[in-house]
């Protein structure tokens, strides 16, 4: 009867049966009615759950901007602003056997969250190989693309350079790459994976 009846609007993403649904109601209520920060709260709410961490962050900065003084508002913009910020993870390691065999690993990985559910990110890699009698390097410069296109899927996109190089004369140049695609429905779930290393 009334398409911009709020109320019912926002009962709708209540009664929906799935976050995709939910969230096209509340991005309805929060546009019918923007100074409601409790609505804006509910769109970060399912933006958050369905890995819309760039989405969820600007939904809790409005509430935030509409209930600046509001404990709940200001714990979600703390949450949203974490699961979004760009991530830097230090990579280091050493192993060493009785048989004077040792590997050690120095690098860094980090990544930036984009919108749509996606973050893009590097991988910088310097393996050391050796046995007490010969050696090598394994470099590694890989891109990395991760995401949700929707809440049943899950893409995993990674590839890029690597060297090898030896003690003894030689090295040589290859590719690594990593594709997975993961679906999960109502009692099923496929995982498909593609990789070369």
């Known amino acids: 009867i009334d398409a911009d009846q709020s109320r019912a609007v926002y009962r709708l993403g209540v009664l929906s049966p799935n976050d995709e649904g939910a969230l096209v109601w509340f991005r309805r209520y929060a546009v019918l009615e923007r100074a409601d920060a409790w609505g804006w709260v509910a769109v970060g709410d399912k933006s ?11 939904a809790y900065q409005r509430a935030a901007a509409l ?13 949203g602003r974490l699961r979004a910020a760009p991530t830097v993870e230090p990579l280091a390691g050493y192993s060493r056997d009785s048989d004077g065999g040792h590997t050690s690993k120095i690098g860094a990985s980090g990544d930036v969250a984009l919108h749509g559910g996606w973050r893009v ?3 910088l890699v310097r393996s050391s190989i050796g046995d007490g009698v010969d050696a090598a390097t394994l470099d ?5 693309l991760e995401g949700r296109p929707r809440a049943a899927w899950r ?3 990674s590839g890029g350079p690597a060297r090898l190089a030896s003690s003894s004369p030689g ?8 594709a997975r695609a993961r679906w999960r429905g109502p009692g099923a779930a496929i995982d498909i994976r593609v990789n070369r290393i």
């Open 48 to 58: 958050l759950r369905l890995g819309l961490t760039v989405e969820a962050r600007e």
């Open 140 to 144: 590694e410069a890989v891109l990395r």
């Open 121 to 123: 990110g590097a991988r």
């Open 155 to 157: 893409i995993d996109l």
């Open 171 to 178: 090295s040589w140049l290859t590719v690594l790459g990593d």
């Open 67 to 79: 209930e600046p003084k509001t404990g709940d508002v200001q714990q979600r913009l703390v949450k």
